[in-house]
């Protein structure tokens, strides 16, 4: 009061509160309300101009908004300093006047001065609109009104002339201050030397006002655009600079090594293994186990490495949330003052509506903070998402191959969709462990204020419960783990099971697979089912803890002393209180469950990122001239990893510059191990290497990418016409252009699903031509084509006149003998060792294991083509093979027969002739009747992601409903409406009880009030448990029939449709969409229909207590709906737009992590990398908009529920003289849950809605065309078919689309039982059609074919396909042991199993394995060679035995020696079988009984081989062409 009477003069300081009219003294409003925008200024302009001076984002020019506030800064500076001299003016007058009127006036000019120098400030530094300033001149604004209006009442009161100097100076200030304020309000132009302005769709943020950024505001254009017409990905704004791919994972990349580097300097793969878990006798733990329970997790310096990323703005973030919590806490002691101001009728009236403005302020500042906490926590996940997947798939490209072995691409996939999503979870939720105890107790401190010593018995209960919750969310998190596990099976087993789709139709192992899937599935519901009884547990226990410690503190307080009289204030004060302890008590059992799953998902992400890499050592590239052999290895041994034994030893190789090496050996050598040596894929022990120049590489099992032929051929280089087309004519795939759909330009599907064999080995092949490299490796690129084409490509390419002579040195894996006579040097692998090295004339006049390896190959030859004119003398083999080089020489000319092949090159079976099928043409299925038909793109074949526009249609919640169960939802709405009706009852029973009179001190039938609200509380509770536990287990019984229909539906589908439908479309459907199912939408529909009945019950309270509310209820409420419609077409189009957008980065990162190796070998890791980051963009791109979205509708739902407060507030003020003080308190802290309840409401809705996508996706195979039934009921039920084998075509033809021509045409034939045919015919004949007709792999276009009589149209598909048996081209094995891939239906014994191994060669090498029969195969079986895997399907086959055998070059990639074998065993094991051989190497089928001759899809010769050579037609030519004749 001194320092007040100092400055003002002998006044008091307040004389505002207690009159009938609010009214500041002069002193205060001089001083006090003047000062505070001051105050706020010059505290934030140290921080403030620190951070301009930190971000400088550029210069922006003069405009007139800036002149114009510069202008009126001006004047108020004038204004202010002439209130000072008129100030002391007056003083030198004799006038006394106290030091407030020059002190004030001078302090606000000062000021302003200020504020100008910071509005040039940000003009420099490019800041378009100000925060700072904004809230600056709204304070100035408001100190303005009062000073405004005091002056006002002071004129009518005593006459406008008293004063008037500072009567016009008010008057003019207010007007420039509210001038100032609105020009702050708007944007300025933007920076004039930025790069985003000329982005003309960049972000709308950047160049908003402040009141936009902070009410989101500037996100309607596209919510309104969302409702006009369908988004485009062209509609959303490009990712930001600083959410980009480029900006994080570089930044990621670096703080990752930093930390993992200073912590430790290498973790051993071994943390993945088996072994080092402790025994618990389950045999079957995959690695994925250990992936999810790495015991010496090194999840540390991942961590440190995000803080260090994150943790500045994780810490901002935090301190919004701080803010808001503030805010939300001085609401219950403002409803206390309000209920205070009820019951007070003396009360001045203006202090209700003060209140009310005061209740609806904070919580509007209360939304504003929470809200920007949410958008930073959101904006924070996405950049996290971005780092970890950015982080994870350039471990993909580096990971070595021990480390392959430890992750399957199933589990990479889940580490950047599920575990991904677990840490974006916890950063929302971090913060409530350490936020939600304060809240609790500063919840409790109030409560003792009001209750005293009875608020202790709140922690009693609080006590009680929170033990309860954290075993229950214990056990949860534990059933949620389990879960984890078997989703990680499933997804492995899904994933083999759709990589080799073809192989499991074709032997009719689908129910099998399916079977197996089901098994996991069944588990990771049982888990499922078990962690959702325990969430409804748990959250019975969350919403009854508000009532519990109501109940025990209410009754504790009324019945230890009946003086104590339970008023409105106290009673409903305290439950507001509850409301808030109960909303931090379930926030720290949820907070913490999402930091144990965040735990398991970073120690699941560390493991990953902590695998062995790749020694960059290891390749020993040399890019020096004086290194003059292009390769060279000394004394080197190498192996696959640290824990193996070498599988190469004592390697000495030198390869010249220029010269062509050929490697040999039997099968399991190590032949591709040696080039896997070179490109530096092993492990080495010991030795040095060095290779010199840059390496092009053709694997065994060819890499093709999903993208068109050109594509994969270019691999990145610029387009050279005239070398590109001298590589296609050498490689042989000029006629193959021609018959595709849009030639060079036509899509292959995910891993050259479309293509031949053949075409993908040389399409591969072209690649590494193109690419001009100084080394050639190639890992037998000629066995997967006809001899006549490999004929041409070893002459074209390789040979010493091809396109590669030109000091290109080449290293040459073969199993084609009859081109060694032509390359400079042969290298023979015995076990792992150079057993001979040196040039073919040196290797035969040895003698020695060159010789012998030479000789069984010839012996096999020439018995597979018994009665060949052969040179039985001493010296044969090596004239054999001379006249096998004069024959290939001469081959290699006639350029004219390989050019008027008018097909693709070679064809493997149940490649289904695709590619002369517009199998690539993509098709756009209409979902919806709004949704056209687009143009089919030629030469498109795999479908993209497909979108709905619009709403979700309603037969979809309708399909949701009928697969829960119509009753169980009828049950479920019931279970709600009951327990929200005792929840009113409760809560009415309460405002009665606290408006019982008070006689004599006490208040009457106390135990009767409590025992009442006691019993509704417990009903209640038990009603909430219930009706959860109902929506969640109907839930997961939903999630089973839709998963069920979706795994049916899918294995059902043809082969064109797998051809058409990119796997990461598939895997999409049955992890993430899935997952939605499981969790998301039971979870959502739980909330939705609890907020729904939460909502009516509050309507229902504040229309009883106030029923004028209901004027603004009613209009407010219509804004909600507004505000909902336009927000869920927007957010349900993004959401599946984005949902489109993730496929193909699981897609490319499932192609990656196939074909590491040769992108590694080609060195192209940076161009795969950048197209990630652009995937990883494009998917960001869309997440950006969705989040601000939900953030956009929380702000104004939240405000509009503000509104229902004040409302509700203001009715109660205007009506306090009928209103008792229980309905009001009942009314208003009800009002007060209204934002939350809405807020969420919608919010829940819109999670359904968007969700329920999933529902439609997985539902949207339902419609696709389906093969042909598996079984047929009565047929082949009494009779046993085919006894006999005889096979019969009867005018038979077959087109592989109704729109194409077609590939087999009028075929007449007929096959006796037992008979053995050989197949032939060149490129593009229809010889693999014949198989494909006969297996139903397509239907038939007319005619019929008739086995044993019975004509298979007939049949059911399996019943057909398990009678015939398939050795296809490529050899298909599945993660697990071998016994399941030998037998898949369990039909054999073992003994049956090691007779069949015995007959393939196979038994020594499985009796040496550790586990035998048990030996795990890994992923694609990439553990075993693919001789031997070839091997391991020959012996599957022999175990089935069947009457029919189809052989489609089934040996093509095992030795000759090994070939011979399996022949003789085919023949003694299949001797009364019908055996089709469709031949790719014409010796295959010499000792055929019949030979058929197919042209142009129509039958040129069929008869024995002595008859054909003997008519000296097509097939006698060619026989010359293979150098046979």
Same mark, same amino acid.
């Given at each position: 009061?001194?320092?007040?009477?100092?400055?003002?003069?002998?006044?008091?300081?307040?004389?505002?509160?207690?009159?009938?009219?609010?009214?500041?003294?002069?002193?205060?409003?001089?001083?006090?309300?003047?000062?505070?925008?001051?105050?706020?200024?010059?505290?934030?302009?140290?921080?403030?101009y620190?951070?301009?001076?930190?971000?400088?984002?550029?210069?922006?020019?003069?405009?007139?908004?800036f002149?114009?506030?510069?202008?009126?800064?001006?004047?108020l500076?004038?204004?202010?300093?002439?209130?000072?001299?008129?100030?002391?003016?007056?003083?030198?007058?004799?006038?006394?006047?106290?030091?407030?009127?020059?002190?004030?006036?001078?302090?606000?000019?000062?000021?302003?001065?200020?504020?100008?120098?910071?509005?040039?400030?940000?003009?420099?530094?490019?800041?378009?609109?100000?925060?700072?300033?904004?809230?600056?001149?709204?304070?100035?604004?408001?100190?303005?009104?009062?000073?405004?209006?005091?002056?006002?009442?002071?004129?009518?009161?005593?006459?406008?002339?008293? $004063?008037?100097?500072?009567?016009?100076?008010?008057?003019?200030?207010?007007?420039?201050?509210?001038?100032?304020?609105?020009?702050?309000?708007?944007?300025?132009?933007?920076?004039?030397?930025?790069?985003?302005?000329?982005?003309?769709?960049?972000?709308?943020?950047?160049?908003?006002?402040?009141?936009?950024?902070?009410?989101?505001?500037?996100?309607?254009?596209?919510?309104?655009?969302?409702?006009?017409?369908?988004?485009?990905?062209?509609?959303?704004?490009?990712?930001?600079?600083?959410?980009?791919?480029?900006?994080?994972?570089?930044?990621?990349?670096?703080?990752?090594k930093?930390?993992?580097?200073?912590?430790?300097?290498?973790?051993?793969?071994?943390?993945?293994?088996?072994?080092?878990?402790c025994?618990?006798?389950?045999?079957?733990?995959?690695?994925?186990?250990?992936?999810?329970?790495?015991?010496?997790?090194q999840?540390?310096?991942?961590?440190?490495?995000?803080?260090?990323?994150?943790?500045?703005?994780?810490?901002?973030?935090?301190?919004?949330?701080v803010?808001?919590?503030?805010?939300?806490?001085?609401?219950?002691k403002?409803?206390?003052?309000?209920l205070?101001?009820?019951?007070?009728?003396?009360?001045?009236?203006?202090?209700?509506?003060?209140?009310?403005?005061?209740?609806?302020?904070?919580?509007?500042?209360?939304?504003?903070?929470?809200?920007?906490?949410?958008?930073?926590?959101?904006?924070?996940?996405?950049?996290?998402?971005?780092a970890?997947?950015?982080?994870?798939?350039?471990?993909?490209?580096?990971?070595?191959?021990?480390?392959?072995?430890?992750?399957?691409?199933?589990?990479?996939?889940?580490?950047?969709?599920?575990?991904?999503?677990?840490?974006?979870?916890?950063?929302?939720?971090?913060?409530?462990?350490?936020?939600?105890?304060?809240?609790?107790?500063?919840?409790?401190?109030?409560?003792?204020? !009001?209750?005293?010593?009875?608020?202790?018995?709140?922690?009693?209960?609080?006590?009680?419960?929170?033990?309860?919750?954290?075993?229950?969310?214990?056990k949860?998190?534990?059933?949620?783990?389990?879960?984890?596990?078997?989703? $990680?099976?499933?997804?492995?087993?899904?994933?083999?099971?759709?990589?080799?789709?073809?192989?499991?139709?074709l032997?009719?192992?689908?129910?099998?697979?399916?079977?197996?899937?089901?098994?996991?599935?069944k588990?990771?519901?049982?888990?499922?089912?078990?962690?959702?009884?325990?969430?409804?547990?748990?959250?019975?226990?969350?919403?009854?803890?508000?009532?519990?410690?109501?109940?025990?503190?209410?009754?504790?307080?009324?019945?230890?002393?009946?003086?104590?009289?339970?008023?409105?204030?106290?009673?409903?004060?305290?439950?507001?209180?509850?409301?808030?302890?109960?909303?931090?008590?379930?926030?720290?059992?949820?907070?913490?469950?999402?930091?144990?799953?965040?735990?398991?998902?970073?120690?699941?992400?560390?493991?990953?990122?902590?695998?062995?890499?790749?020694?960059?050592?290891?390749?020993?590239?040399?890019?020096?001239?004086?290194?003059?052999?292009?390769?060279?290895?000394?004394?080197?041994?190498?192996?696959?990893?640290?824990?193996?034994?070498?599988?190469?030893?004592?390697?000495?190789?030198?390869?010249?510059?220029?010269?062509?090496?050929?490697?040999?050996?039997?099968?399991?050598?190590?032949?591709?191990?040696?080039?896997?040596?070179?490109?530096?894929?092993?492990?080495?022990?010991?030795?040095?290497?060095?290779?010199?120049?840059?390496?092009?590489?053709?694997?065994?099992?060819?890499?093709?990418?999903?993208?068109?032929?050109?594509?994969?051929?270019?691999?990145?280089?610029?387009?050279?016409?005239?070398?590109?087309?001298?590589?296609?004519?050498?490689?042989?795939?000029?006629?193959?252009?021609?018959?595709?759909?849009?030639?060079?330009?036509?899509?292959?599907?995910?891993?050259?699903?479309?293509?031949?064999?053949?075409?993908?080995?040389?399409?591969?092949?072209?690649?590494?031509?193109?690419?001009?490299?100084?080394?050639?490796?190639?890992?037998?690129?000629?066995?997967?084509?006809?001899a006549?084409?490999?004929?041409?490509?070893?002459?074209?390419?390789?040979?010493?006149?091809?396109?590669?002579k030109?000091?290109?040195?080449?290293?040459?894996?073969?199993?084609?003998?009859?081109?060694?006579?032509?390359?400079?040097?042969?290298?023979?692998?015995?076990?792992?060792?150079?057993?001979?090295?040196?040039?073919?004339?040196?290797?035969?006049?040895?003698?020695?294991?060159?010789?012998?390896?030479?000789?069984?190959?010839?012996?096999?030859?020439?018995?597979?083509?018994?009665?060949?004119?052969?040179?039985?003398?001493?010296?044969?083999?090596?004239?054999?093979?001379?006249?096998?080089?004069?024959?290939?020489?001469?081959?290699?000319?006639?350029?004219?027969?390989?050019?008027?092949?008018?097909?693709?090159?070679?064809?493997?079976?149940?490649?289904?002739?695709?590619?002369?099928?517009?199998?690539?043409?993509?098709?756009?299925?209409?979902?919806?009747?709004?949704?056209?038909?687009?143009?089919?793109?030629?030469?498109?074949l795999t479908?993209?992601?497909?979108?709905?526009?619009?709403?979700?249609n309603?037969?979809?919640?309708?399909?949701?409903?009928?697969?829960?169960?119509?009753?169980?939802?009828?049950?479920?709405?019931?279970?709600?409406?009951?327990?929200?009706?005792v929840?009113?009852?409760?809560?009415?029973?309460?405002?009665?009880?606290?408006?019982?009179?008070?006689?004599?001190?006490?208040?009457?039938?106390?135990?009767?009030?409590?025992?009442?609200?006691?019993?509704?509380?417990?009903?209640?509770?038990l009603?909430?448990?219930?009706?959860?536990?109902?929506?969640?287990?109907?839930?997961?019984?939903?999630?089973?029939?839709?998963?069920?229909?979706?795994?049916?539906?899918?294995?059902?589908?043809?082969?064109?449709?797998?051809?058409?439908t990119?796997?990461g479309?598939?895997?999409?459907?049955?992890?993430?969409?899935?997952?939605?199912?499981?969790?998301?939408?039971?979870?959502?529909?739980?909330?939705?229909?609890?907020?729904?009945?939460?909502?009516?019950?509050?309507?229902?309270?504040i229309?009883?207590?106030?029923?004028?509310?209901a004027?603004?209820?009613?209009?407010?409420?219509?804004?909600?709906?507004?505000?909902?419609?336009?927000?869920?077409?927007?957010?349900?189009?993004?959401?599946?737009?984005?949902?489109?957008?993730?496929?193909?980065?699981?897609?490319?990162?499932?192609?990656?992590?196939q074909?590491?190796?040769?992108?590694?070998?080609?060195?192209?890791?940076?161009?795969?990398?950048?197209?990630?980051?652009?995937?990883?963009?494009?998917?960001?791109?869309?997440?950006?908009?969705?989040a601000?979205?939900?953030?956009?509708?929380a702000?104004?739902?939240?405000?509009?529920?503000?509104?229902?407060?004040?409302?509700?507030?203001?009715?109660?003020?205007?009506?306090?003289?009928?209103?008792?003080?229980?309905?009001?308190?009942?009314?208003?802290?009800?009002?007060?849950?209204?934002?939350?309840?809405?807020?969420?409401?919608?919010?829940?809705?819109?999670?359904?809605?968007?969700?329920?996508?999933?529902?439609?996706?997985?539902?949207?195979?339902?419609?696709?065309?389906?093969?042909?039934?598996?079984?047929?009921?009565?047929?082949?039920?009494?009779?046993?078919?085919?006894?006999?084998?005889?096979?019969?075509?009867?005018?038979?033809?077959?087109?592989?689309?109704?729109?194409?021509?077609?590939? !087999?045409?009028?075929?007449?034939?007929?096959?006796?039982?037992?008979?053995?045919?050989?197949?032939?015919?060149?490129?593009?004949?229809?010889?693999?059609?014949?198989?494909?007709?006969?297996?139903?792999?397509?239907?038939?276009?007319?005619?019929?074919?008739?086995?044993?009589?019975?004509?298979?149209?007939? !049949?059911?598909?399996?019943?057909?396909r398990?009678?015939?048996?398939?050795?296809?081209?490529?050899?298909?094995?599945?993660?697990?042991?071998?016994?399941?891939?030998?037998?898949?239906?369990?039909?054999?014994?073992?003994?049956?199993i090691?007779?069949?191994?015995?007959?393939?060669?196979?038994?020594?090498?499985?009796?040496?394995?550790?586990?035998?029969?048990?030996?795990?195969?890994?992923?694609?079986?990439?553990?075993?060679?693919?001789?031997?895997?070839?091997?391991?399907?020959?012996?599957?086959?022999?175990?089935?035995?069947?009457?029919?055998?189809?052989?489609?070059?089934?040996?093509?990639?095992?030795?000759?020696?090994?070939?011979l074998?399996?022949?003789?065993?085919?023949?003694?094991?299949?001797? $009364?079988?019908?055996?089709?051989?469709?031949?790719?190497?014409?010796?295959?089928?010499?000792?055929c009984?019949?030979?058929?001759?197919?042209e142009?899809?129509?039958?040129?010769?069929?008869?024995?081989?002595?008859?054909?050579?003997?008519?000296?037609?097509?097939?006698?030519?060619?026989?010359?062409?293979?150098?046979?004749?």
């Amino acid at each position: 009061m001194a320092a007040g009477g100092a400055l003002c003069g002998a006044r008091d300081w307040n004389q505002t509160w207690y009159t009938n009219t609010p009214r500041f003294t002069w002193c205060f409003e001089s001083t006090v309300i003047a000062w505070i925008p001051c105050a706020y200024l010059w505290i934030c302009f140290p921080f403030y101009y620190l951070y301009l001076r930190h971000k400088n984002k550029g210069y922006i020019r003069m405009s007139h908004i800036f002149k114009t506030k510069l202008v009126l800064g001006f004047i108020l500076v004038i204004l202010c300093f002439s209130n000072v001299f008129f100030a002391l003016w007056e003083i030198s007058q004799g006038i006394p006047r106290a030091p407030a009127f020059f002190i004030s006036p001078a302090m606000v000019g000062i000021t302003m001065i200020l504020a100008m120098f910071l509005t040039q400030a940000e003009r420099t530094m490019g800041i378009q609109s100000s925060g700072i300033l904004l809230i600056y001149w709204l304070l100035s604004f408001l100190a303005a009104v009062v000073m405004f209006s005091s002056k006002v009442q002071h004129a009518l009161e005593r006459g406008f002339l008293e $004063d008037h100097f500072r009567h016009i100076t008010t008057y003019l200030y207010a007007s420039l201050v509210l001038g100032e304020l609105v020009l702050f309000c708007l944007v300025d132009h933007p920076p004039f030397f930025s790069k985003a302005v000329n982005n003309p769709n960049r972000c709308p943020e950047a160049s908003s006002s402040f009141l936009s950024k902070i009410t989101y505001w500037w996100f309607s254009g596209l919510v309104w655009k969302g409702c006009q017409q369908s988004l485009g990905v062209d509609d959303l704004w490009p990712v930001r600079n600083e959410d980009s791919s480029e900006e994080i994972v570089a930044w990621a990349e670096r703080e990752w090594k930093k930390y993992h580097s200073r912590t430790q300097q290498k973790m051993e793969s071994a943390t993945f293994k088996k072994s080092q878990k402790c025994e618990t006798g389950i045999v079957e733990a995959e690695e994925t186990e250990v992936l999810l329970q790495s015991e010496h997790s090194q999840s540390g310096p991942l961590l440190k490495a995000f803080w260090s990323m994150f943790g500045t703005y994780f810490l901002l973030s935090t301190v919004c949330l701080v803010i808001c919590d503030i805010f939300l806490f001085s609401i219950p002691k403002l409803l206390s003052l309000f209920l205070e101001f009820i019951e007070d009728q003396e009360a001045p009236s203006w202090h209700g509506y003060f209140y009310a403005f005061t209740m609806f302020l904070l919580a509007c500042l209360q939304t504003l903070f929470e809200q920007r906490y949410m958008y930073m926590c959101l904006v924070l996940g996405l950049r996290l998402k971005t780092a970890v997947t950015g982080l994870v798939y350039r471990k993909i490209l580096v990971m070595s191959n021990a480390s392959r072995k430890a992750a399957t691409v199933g589990e990479v996939v889940n580490l950047v969709s599920v575990d991904v999503q677990k840490l974006m979870d916890l950063i929302i939720y971090f913060n409530g462990t350490w936020l939600a105890p304060i809240r609790i107790i500063i919840c409790f401190v109030f409560l003792w204020q !009001l209750l005293g010593p009875s608020a202790l018995t709140s922690i009693a209960v609080f006590l009680f419960l929170l033990p309860l919750n954290f075993v229950i969310t214990k056990k949860r998190s534990q059933f949620q783990e389990i879960q984890m596990k078997h989703k $990680d099976e499933r997804a492995k087993l899904t994933n083999a099971i759709l990589s080799d789709i073809k192989v499991i139709k074709l032997y009719g192992w689908e129910k099998t697979f399916m079977e197996k899937v089901l098994g996991i599935r069944k588990q990771e519901l049982q888990a499922l089912k078990r962690s959702q009884i325990l969430f409804s547990a748990s959250l019975a226990s969350f919403h009854s803890s508000t009532f519990l410690i109501a109940f025990v503190m209410f009754a504790v307080y009324t019945l230890v002393d009946n003086k104590h009289i339970l008023d409105a204030q106290k009673a409903f004060v305290c439950l507001t209180l509850i409301n808030i302890l109960n909303t931090a008590h379930s926030f720290l059992p949820l907070s913490i469950n999402a930091a144990v799953q965040a735990k398991v998902s970073l120690n699941r992400l560390a493991a990953f990122l902590n695998l062995e890499e790749l020694n960059p050592e290891s390749s020993g590239r040399n890019t020096s001239d004086c290194v003059q052999a292009s390769i060279t290895i000394r004394n080197g041994t190498f192996c696959w990893s640290k824990e193996t034994s070498p599988c190469l030893r004592r390697i000495d190789l030198t390869v010249p510059q220029g010269s062509l090496l050929a490697i040999v050996g039997q099968v399991g050598a190590g032949k591709s191990s040696l080039l896997s040596a070179l490109l530096g894929e092993l492990e080495k022990t010991d030795g040095c290497m060095t290779m010199k120049g840059t390496a092009a590489y053709v694997p065994q099992q060819a890499w093709i990418q999903n993208a068109s032929v050109e594509d994969n051929i270019l691999f990145g280089k610029e387009m050279d016409e005239t070398w590109f087309n001298r590589v296609i004519d050498a490689c042989a795939l000029q006629p193959d252009l021609q018959t595709f759909p849009a030639g060079q330009k036509s899509e292959i599907g995910e891993k050259g699903i479309n293509i031949s064999g053949g075409q993908k080995q040389r399409v591969n092949l072209a690649r590494a031509v193109y690419q001009k490299a100084s080394i050639y490796l190639l890992d037998d690129p000629l066995s997967a084509v006809d001899a006549h084409v490999g004929q041409h490509i070893f002459e074209h390419v390789l040979g010493r006149n091809g396109l590669l002579k030109d000091k290109q040195t080449r290293v040459l894996v073969t199993h084609t003998i009859n081109i060694l006579p032509q390359v400079d040097n042969i290298v023979l692998l015995v076990d792992g060792t150079i057993s001979e090295i040196g040039s073919y004339q040196e290797l035969l006049q040895r003698n020695g294991a060159f010789a012998e390896f030479l000789h069984s190959h010839i012996t096999a030859e020439e018995k597979a083509g018994a009665g060949f004119p052969g040179n039985p003398n001493e010296n044969r083999i090596l004239k054999h093979l001379e006249k096998k080089c004069i024959c290939f020489t001469a081959i290699g000319d006639t350029k004219g027969t390989i050019s008027s092949r008018n097909g693709p090159s070679q064809e493997k079976l149940f490649s289904d002739n695709s590619v002369k099928s517009s199998a690539m043409g993509r098709e756009t299925i209409p979902v919806s009747q709004d949704c056209t038909t687009a143009a089919a793109t030629k030469g498109i074949l795999t479908k993209g992601e497909r979108t709905q526009h619009g709403r979700v249609n309603t037969s979809i919640y309708a399909a949701y409903l009928k697969v829960t169960g119509l009753p169980l939802c009828v049950y479920i709405i019931l279970l709600f409406m009951c327990q929200q009706a005792v929840s009113f009852s409760r809560g009415y029973w309460l405002s009665i009880w606290t408006d019982d009179p008070v006689h004599n001190g006490t208040q009457q039938h106390t135990e009767l009030r409590v025992g009442v609200f006691g019993a509704l509380g417990v009903i209640q509770a038990l009603g909430r448990f219930t009706s959860t536990a109902a929506v969640l287990l109907g839930g997961v019984l939903a999630s089973h029939k839709l998963f069920l229909q979706l795994l049916r539906n899918v294995a059902r589908s043809p082969m064109v449709f797998f051809e058409q439908t990119p796997i990461g479309n598939l895997l999409n459907r049955f992890s993430r969409e899935m997952d939605a199912i499981d969790s998301v939408i039971p979870d959502k529909l739980k909330s939705f229909l609890g907020f729904l009945f939460n909502l009516l019950e509050i309507y229902l309270v504040i229309i009883v207590a106030t029923p004028r509310a209901a004027m603004a209820i009613v209009p407010l409420t219509l804004l909600y709906a507004a505000f909902q419609h336009f927000y869920v077409i927007t957010s349900c189009q993004l959401r599946r737009i984005e949902a489109a957008s993730r496929s193909p980065i699981y897609s490319h990162i499932s192609e990656t992590f196939q074909g590491s190796s040769v992108i590694r070998a080609y060195k192209d890791q940076e161009r795969f990398i950048l197209k990630s980051n652009f995937l990883v963009d494009e998917n960001q791109r869309i997440c950006f908009p969705g989040a601000v979205a939900d953030r956009w509708l929380a702000t104004n739902l939240e405000f509009l529920g503000n509104g229902i407060v004040l409302f509700a507030a203001l009715f109660a003020a205007m009506g306090r003289t009928h209103l008792s003080p229980g309905t009001a308190g009942f009314s208003i802290s009800y009002a007060l849950q209204i934002t939350g309840v809405l807020n969420w409401m919608v919010r829940s809705w819109t999670e359904i809605e968007n969700n329920i996508v999933s529902v439609e996706r997985v539902r949207e195979y339902l419609r696709t065309p389906k093969e042909a039934p598996w079984t047929l009921n009565g047929k082949l039920q009494d009779q046993v078919w085919l006894t006999e084998g005889r096979i019969e075509f009867r005018n038979y033809s077959l087109r592989y689309r109704p729109n194409l021509e077609l590939a !087999l045409k009028h075929v007449n034939l007929t096959i006796n039982g037992q008979e053995k045919i050989g197949i032939t015919g060149r490129t593009g004949a229809g010889k693999s059609t014949l198989a494909v007709g006969l297996l139903r792999l397509v239907e038939a276009a007319e005619g019929a074919i008739l086995i044993d009589g019975l004509d298979i149209a007939q !049949l059911g598909l399996h019943d057909l396909r398990n009678k015939i048996t398939v050795i296809p081209q490529d050899p298909v094995l599945f993660s697990g042991s071998l016994r399941m891939n030998l037998d898949p239906l369990n039909r054999y014994t073992d003994a049956d199993i090691w007779t069949a191994l015995e007959l393939t060669q196979l038994k020594n090498f499985v009796a040496d394995l550790p586990d035998q029969l048990e030996y795990k195969c890994t992923d694609q079986g990439e553990n075993l060679s693919t001789g031997q895997k070839q091997l391991v399907c020959l012996a599957r086959a022999l175990l089935q035995k069947a009457k029919i055998l189809i052989l489609d070059e089934a040996t093509a990639a095992v030795d000759l020696e090994t070939d011979l074998q399996i022949q003789s065993t085919l023949r003694a094991q299949f001797k $009364d079988s019908t055996v089709l051989t469709i031949a790719h190497r014409i010796n295959t089928v010499m000792d055929c009984d019949r030979i058929l001759v197919l042209e142009n899809g129509r039958i040129a010769e069929f008869d024995t081989l002595e008859h054909l050579i003997a008519q000296k037609g097509l097939f006698y030519r060619l026989m010359e062409e293979s150098g046979l004749a």
